[in-house]
């Protein structure tokens, strides 16, 4: 059974910065493509990062130069590091690979 455990989340000041984690189990983690969403109150689900197997990246125009996608396929992990978080921001985050999701985990950029 695939799992997907988001953690990392919470309260930051806009201009702070923020590492979230995505712990996967039940998958042979090397080989798929992963990726971060995020979700605001009454808006639909957009990706905001995503990253292939073999490494390569896309990031949504937003958070471009502000956030960075990366794996450990030893720890079977994937990481968004969010720095410069600014008000807009504010969503919760969602790891996702095929048709996987995880919980989700609030972050709140406010001042």
């Known amino acids: 059974q695939v799992q997907l455990v988001e953690s990392g989340g919470g309260l930051v000041q806009p201009g702070g910065s923020l590492k979230l984690s995505c712990a996967a189990s039940g998958i042979v983690f090397s080989i798929y493509a992963m990726g971060w969403y995020r979700q605001a109150p009454g808006k639909q689900r957009k990706l905001v990062a995503g990253i292939a197997s073999g490494g390569s990246t896309t990031y949504a125009t937003s958070v471009k130069g502000r956030f960075t996608i990366s794996r450990d396929n030893a720890k079977n992990t994937v990481y968004l590091q969010m720095n410069n978080l600014k008000l807009e921001d504010t969503a919760v985050y969602y790891c996702?690979?095929?048709?996987?999701w995880g919980q989700g985990t609030q972050v709140t950029v406010s001042s």
């Open positions: 996702n690979t095929e048709d996987k």
